[in-house]
């Protein structure tokens, strides 16, 4: 489904024609009729031959309410550039055209309205060759014009087939399977409560489901759908939906919100956005240069912040940060206008590249601009392979949200940077750029490699400190050690594959003396704080990592012979009895109740024996 806008000057006759072709009058309010002017957007609908419905949408044409013209240009998918044949081209035509083309509308035609009062051909032929010459360069340069009168009905005949042709000779509209609405109209009706307007991006919305109107972050659900006066169960993308809420009341919304399913959008305040300035414009676009913000139908206060300029003369184009007074939620590929408030002047517009930078760029930095310049132009593998460049795993829904994708177009690009080497998909089936896994491996091993410096005497870094260091998911973190080529992970100790521990001679020395102690103080034998003053703190650990002492409790420790000696009579006397006691374990070994109970919580802990009332039996890991 589709929907077309009219734009052009306020004397042009837009709404005029839109009831001549459609039946239905799109101004609504009483003012609009008594000054016979478009004031705010107007909505109709028309029924081709093809049996196809179109929505129209009609803005209003007087620079007065240019503003309002653009909460309604946003989501159409052709234009009907209106010009009338007894005044041609008009400033604010001009006006609409550019903002047209800033917004990437590639199709329409020009409808030359008012024939039946101009009586000369001659004079008809010098305005639609003035009309080529301004339309010569933007996105209507190859459009057909289209001779009409809306008053006696000359011409609708051929411009309802024109724009038959027209929508025929346009792609689909895609569907992402992520529907967005922005809000242009809000109200209430008696019986049904709240009801929403506009135009269905990007996917299909349903009866019955949850969504989200955002950045309101207000949750509601859809009682009921209606598209061109007829009610439906499912609103297929491009066409023109009215959404009837339960859950919120109508205050809680505004204009310019966007509905969408939960979770599917987030406000920001900073945007990364490819910015085209008018050629025509007053002056340059400076740093800090307080400008309004449109896209979609929402609007706002901003700041610019000039990413690799000094500033933008007219004519030119560049990567801008816009610092939002008032959260918007914007989606990457959204088209935005800029306007200077004060004298009101529209100045560009351009593409929203990154909706959430996440931070204050600093200016002129060539990694940032290179970033963006991806985002923007780079091919579909790199920039799915740019959207999975985050330090956790991201899965295909996410990764289709983040970079615009429909189904087809997101399985060949993941399919292209896989097979390039670009994109990892993972076990588990979520994803990872190989440039990001690339540089999480090289942290872990310069963790790893520092570990071993300051502490050449421990055999590795514990998983949980080296996790922690990394700040990564447990998931994420066991993937990636498997994965880090050089690199060990044996009981819970993490080491380079190179890595040996070497005493001196000093410190054997002190380790005999200690193996000594605990030979003849087998089942009694020294804490592990006298332990220290034998061999040192950072001996002690070695001894521990590498298994030759056991340590079961913070200050217990025992040689790993004598261990294996306990454990194994331990569990020889659970085999003849069923069970062993606190007691006699203390009674067997001629130790004390410390160790007795210290030992047996560490076997607990091990899976060794399990703890059953005031007994121990054999555990699972016996």
Known sequence: ???????????????????????????????????????????????????????????????????????????????????????????????????????????????????????????????????????????????????????????????????????????PRADYNHPRLPVDRIFTIAGFGTVVTGTLL???????????????????????????????????PGSRVAVNLSGIEKKAINRGDVLALPGELQPTILVDVHFRHLADASRSLKHNAQVKFFSGAAETVGYTRLLADEELPPGAEGWVQIRLEKPLALAHGDRFILRYPSPPETIGGG?????????RWKRFRSDVIAQLNTRMMGTPAERVAQAAARREPIKRAALQKLVGYADEELATAIEEGVATGQLVMLPDGTFMAAVTLWQIQDELRREVSGFHMTYPLRLGISREELRSRLNLKNATFTMILERAEGVISHNDLVRMHDHTVNYTQQQQVRIHQLEHVLATQSFTPPSTSEAVEIVGADVLHALVDSGVIVQVQPDIIFSQLVYQQMVGTILDMIAANGQITVGEVRDQFQTSRKYAIGLLEYLDAQGITRRDGDVRVRGRRA
């Open 1 to 171: 489904m589709r929907v077309i806008g009219t734009a052009g000057h306020v004397d042009h006759g837009k709404s005029t024609l839109v009831r001549r072709l459609t039946g239905i009058d799109p101004d609504r309010l009483a003012e609009e009729k008594a000054r016979e002017m478009t004031i705010d957007l107007g909505f109709a609908w028309l029924r081709l031959p093809t049996d196809e419905t179109v929505g129209i949408v009609d803005v209003p044409g007087h620079r007065d309410f240019i503003e309002n013209m653009l909460a309604g240009v946003g989501g159409i998918d052709a234009v009907l550039l209106v010009i009338a044949a007894d005044e041609g081209v008009m400033p604010q035509t001009r006006e609409h055209l550019a903002i047209l083309d800033l917004l990437g509308i590639q199709f329409g035609l020009i409808v030359l309205t008012k024939v039946d009062m101009v009586d000369d051909s001659e004079w008809l032929g010098l305005v639609e060759q003035d009309v080529r010459q301004v339309v010569s360069g933007t996105v209507l340069a190859e459009a057909h014009i289209v001779r009409v009168s809306a008053r006696t009905g000359a011409g609708i005949p051929v411009l309802v087939d024109r724009i038959t042709e027209l929508l025929d000779g346009m792609p």
């Open 202 to 236: 990007g996917g299909a919305l349903r009866v019955g489901q949850e969504v989200e109107i955002q950045p309101a972050e207000v949750q509601a659900r859809v009682r009921g759908l209606q598209s061109y006066k007829q009610t439906v169960d499912i609103a297929e």
């Open 351 to 359: 593409l929203v590249v990154n909706p959430h930078p996440g931070q």
